[in-house]
């Protein structure tokens, strides 16, 4: 500046009295109401998007709930097997031996079973069974050898259109024919623990869920393995031993960026690296575990640096000042106090990996998979996955079976969740 | 205490992750040397048949272990199956079509060698419109002028199908069909569009001169909206249609069977979509279906002999397969395809076109 402002002297005032607010005026009166009416119209517009959204949540769940719960029940059909009268060339000898299954799978149980439903409701009845009917009667002869020597009544599951009509939701021919077995005391509808124990089918009376429960199980144990330890110890280095330079920051620009990385990118990577470069099995729980804690991991760490972050430094300087060693520190003080912070960044990682199907359609983990995975390399499918392979079945009967795997699905995230909450409070530790 | 919480956290992931490397070194070794299930990909059109005899396949048959199906569409799958031989290869392919040149090239340039064709029945591509619709009848040449992106060369400029042809209700066009990858859609683009653009005796002409330019205008499909993709989902085409009366869709003939209570078949040429004229191949849109078998595999796969046989065995009338919407070939065929089937005849590179 060229040219300094002369200095402005201030000419003292003489002093006023304050005069008290005159909260009688019209202009004072107008401006608390409009102070009064900003803080309703801020509580209307809080309370407005709290219920829009519990509006959502009871509409999904109401909806799902509506459908699903159907999903679980199975209408069955009494079917009387005389089974001295079919003459099967069976006997209990060869059923007690070693040799049981070669003699079951030699008898046409499926031509006795329709014969049997023949006889007992009619020409063509065999058309209100299932096609899977003939399972429930060998498995009825697997348990119990010695019912081959009688008559006796088997409850098998009838038909998808006999099912859909005891459940109220099917056109005029199968509602006939529900109507006149019911009179006969000859159908029962009740809960089914067949979808709970069974895996995917064609046939909607056939189908469970438990096949691709138990691949979720295994893709979310192999996640949580790698992802949870590989991510704390990451977010602990960086938080506790990383000098700062541009390396770290590098590397911390990667790990967000990693985090908001696409998901089906990840399922292109499991693609090239895991099945065509290390030659893994395709569709199998280990390679879709892999996949997903690579994409789990970067938000286990972000996590977890935030949760080291809020340790107070003064926790730290008391230790080392009484002699403790970094890794005493560490692993005594520091993490401990942390470890809320970490599993709700990893429960929150799990939840969306739950959930997740993209990557899993590109290693395979879409296939049709009739008994459960019985390890990490078996072929297997998981849950969000065989709910968009049912909702694109031809069968009407898969629809309530699709919400009911919804509802299993949801049960299993909140069985999650629940879990995490749990930890969190028993370590939780305020100060 | 903190001591006691430092176990609980860190002695439970590490031993899993233990086990976890353990369970996946030895899985790793033993995927590459053989394979005890058979692996299916392919066309989600021939999926729920397959699945459907795998599933009857593994009950009927117990000593050996339930097959793998994966729908993949048409294309993808036979990428797959001929990228080679042995464990990390399928041994099936499900195919709404039958192998092109250039498919059967990458096979053999891969090593795929004795494949067997199986044709396992007919399939029929609808068109169908919602109960409530206009009850439009169609002609091939009507669908191509409405949904090719230039007809005849020229740019497309219908919007109602009133434009297309005078004698069709003035609705705007809307049209929910397969994506490109899907092989529904391929044989809807050869079946319909490409018999509806040949009507026109230019592009025969065309055809002879200019074979490249000649697929492009027949078959590509205008993409400013009144297609509209939708996926391999053809439930969702299903629920489109009965939420709006004014739109067609395109999909397989079970879909059409299974929601007959939704939607129904448009005539083509006046012919309207049943069982008897997909079989007899009156209607326009009537295609085969095929699965392939890698021959090389046939030693090796526990059951896959036996799996095809269980195919051949099924697909007759009456049989499940025929209740789920797979329609019968007619007996010659059906019976030329079931020796094929029990013999395993190789089919020959040099007849593939």
Not at chain 1, 277 to 302: E, H, K, N, W, Y
Not at chain 1, 371 to 392: C, E, H, K, N, Y
Not at chain 2, 146 to 152: I, M, S
Not at chain 2, 201 to 206: I, T
Request: with cysteine.
């Amino acid at each position: 500046m060229s040219t300094i402002a002369p200095v402005m002297q201030p000419t003292p005032k003489p002093q006023q009295a304050r005069v008290p607010t005159d909260w009688t005026t019209t202009s004072m009166q107008g401006r608390i109401r409009r102070r009064y009416r900003a803080e309703r119209r801020f509580r209307l517009l809080g309370a407005g998007a709290v219920l829009l959204s519990t509006a959502f949540l009871i509409f999904l769940l109401v909806s799902m709930l509506g459908q699903g719960l159907r999903g679980f029940t199975q209408t069955e059909l009494r079917l009387p097997m005389d089974f001295p009268a079919a003459r099967l060339a069976l006997d209990q000898a060869a059923l007690a031996g070693p040799n049981a299954r070669a003699a079951l799978a030699a008898v046409d149980l499926e031509a006795a079973t329709a014969q049997a439903a023949d006889r007992a409701y009619g020409a063509g009845a065999y058309r209100l069974l299932s096609d899977g009917a003939w399972l429930s009667v060998r498995s009825a002869i697997q348990a119990d050898p010695h019912i081959l020597t009688r008559r006796i009544d088997i409850w098998v599951p009838t038909s998808t259109a006999i099912d859909l009509a005891a459940k109220g939701d099917a056109d005029a021919d199968a509602e006939a024919g529900y109507r006149l077995l019911d009179a006969r005391k000859a159908v029962r509808t009740s809960f089914s623990t067949a979808f709970l124990t069974g895996s995917d089918s064609t046939d909607p009376t056939l189908v469970g869920i438990w096949g691709a429960l138990k691949g979720s199980l295994l893709t979310m144990f192999v996640t949580l393995v790698l992802a949870f330890p590989v991510g704390v110890l990451s977010a602990l280095y960086l938080e506790e031993y990383a000098a700062r330079n541009r390396w770290t920051d590098l590397i911390e620009v990667s790990i967000n960026n990693l985090a908001a990385v696409p998901s089906i990118i990840f399922g292109l990577l499991g693609l090239a690296v895991f099945l065509n470069f290390l030659d893994f099995p395709r569709s199998a729980p280990i390679v879709g575990g892999l996949t997903l804690a690579l994409m789990t991991m970067p938000v286990i760490v972000i996590a977890g640096r935030n949760a080291i972050k809020s340790v107070p430094p003064s926790i730290r300087d008391a230790a080392l000042g009484i002699g403790a060693s970094k890794v005493q520190v560490v692993f005594h003080h520091v993490l401990p106090l942390a470890l809320p912070g970490i599993l709700t960044g990893t429960i929150i990682g799990m939840a969306r990996a739950l959930g997740e199907t993209a990557p899993l359609l590109m290693i395979g983990m879409r296939a049709f998979i009739a008994s459960p995975p019985g390890g990490l390399a078996d072929p297997a499918t998981v849950l969000p996955v065989q709910i968009f392979l049912w909702s694109d079945e031809v069968s009407r009967g898969f629809v309530e079976k699709t919400s009911a795997a919804i509802i299993v699905l949801l049960v299993f995230l909140l069985a999650m969740n629940g879990i995490a909450i749990y930890l969190r409070n028993r370590f939780e530790r305020r100060w | 205490m903190i001591s006691r919480t430092m176990g609980m956290a860190w002695a439970a992931p590490g031993a899993a992750l233990a086990a976890a490397l353990a369970l996946s070194a030895c899985s790793n070794g033993g995927g590459n040397a053989s394979r005890d299930q058979i692996r299916a990909v392919g066309s989600s059109t021939v999926y729920p048949f397959t699945t459907a005899v795998t599933e009857q396949f593994a009950r009927r048959q117990t000593q050996f272990k339930a097959p793998i199906v994966e729908s993949t569409g048409t294309g993808a799958g036979m990428k797959l199956f001929c990228a080679g031989v042995g464990a990390r290869f399928p041994d099936i392919e499900n195919a709404s079509r039958a192998i092109k040149k250039s498919e059967m090239d990458d096979c053999t340039k891969n090593g795929v060698r004795d494949i067997v064709e199986i044709q396992i029945g007919i399939d029929g591509i609808v068109m169908a419109e919602s109960l409530r619709g206009e009850a439009m009848r169609l002609t091939p040449a009507d669908v191509y002028r409405a949904l090719a992106a230039d007809p005849y060369g020229k740019p497309q400029t219908a919007k109602l199908w009133r434009d297309v042809n005078p004698a069709l209700p003035a609705i705007p066009i809307v049209v929910y069909g397969p994506p490109p990858t899907s092989g529904t859609r391929d044989a809807f683009a050869e079946l319909i569009l490409q018999k509806g653009c040949d009507a026109n005796p230019a592009m025969d002409a065309l055809k002879k001169a200019d074979a490249k330019r000649h697929t492009a205008i027949c078959t590509k499909v205008r993409e400013d909206g009144a297609y509209v993709e939708s996926g391999e989902n053809d439930n969702l085409i299903v629920q489109k249609l009965s939420a709006n009366p004014d739109a067609v869709g395109v999909f397989g003939y079970s879909f059409l069977e299974e929601n007959a209570d939704r939607v129904r078949g448009i005539p083509m040429n006046g012919i309207v979509p049943t069982y008897e004229t997909i079989a007899d191949y009156s209607y326009p849109g009537s295609r085969p279906l095929y699965i392939y078998v890698k021959g090389q595999h046939l030693n090796v796969v526990p059951g896959l002999r036996e799996l095809v046989a269980e195919y051949a065995n099924d697909w007759g009338r009456g049989g499940y397969l025929a209740r789920r919407g797979l329609i019968v070939a007619p007996a010659d065929v059906s019976e030329r395809n079931r020796q094929i089937a029990l013999n395993f005849t190789p089919l020959d590179p040099a007849t593939v076109k």
